[in-house]
């Protein structure tokens, strides 16, 4: 089953890339494990996902020594900076940087340990009350601090959009993030390391792509209701 339902997802992938004149190699489709079993995970691996996301750090430590070593994980949970120590040096990216202090910390445990931690920053574009991020007007001066910390390299930007029943409803706001991410680009504050533009799940991924998502996240289109 999971098999199956990765398969069909990489092809909406690939056809939505198509209709907007965009090469499918683009688009990273995000396998988002989280509360499955390690078993359904394999079932993914071998239909050809190599990346997942789960949202809770532990999660992410019982998994990964039990799966094949050339998945990259995903951290696109909100984290707390108690938990950095044990995540930073063990994920390929983590999505959601939500505060200075956040990167601050894992900028210091990645220096300890010797390494450069890839992170995009969560911006709540719908500014939703119960969600984490920055506001929209808050990236520039976050990224203009970030990037003096030697130990993070922003790659890129990410939104958790409002769960809507049609996935139009947020076209506005994948729109907005896209905007964002181009502004930031274009005044060079990343010094030209941002390439990422995390946005979509189940619901509204091929809207996202339309609207010029590189990161796709699904979980429930793959692996079912959780
Ligand atoms: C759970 C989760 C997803 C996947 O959601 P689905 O609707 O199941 O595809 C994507 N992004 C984040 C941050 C999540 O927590």
Known sequence: MVARQYDEIKKRVEAACLRVGRRPEEVTLIAVSKTKPV????EAYEAGARDFGENKVQEILTKEPELPEDIRWHMIGHLQTNKVRQIVGKTCLIHSVDSLHLAETIHKESVKKGIVT?????????EEESKFGFHAEEVENALKQIQELS???????????????????NRPVFQKLNKL???MKSKNIDNGTMNILSMGMTGDF????????????VGTGIFGAR
């Open 39 to 42: 078993e359904m995970l394999r």
């Open 151 to 169: 130990g993070v390299c922003v790659r890129g930007l990410m939104t958790i959009a409002p769960f809507v029943d049609n996935s139009e409803d």
């Open 206 to 217: 091929e809207v996202a792509i339309e609207e010029g998502a590189t990161m796709v996240r």
């Open 118 to 126: 890839q992170i995009l920053l969560e911006v709540n574009v719908a």
């Open 181 to 183: 991410y181009v502004d």
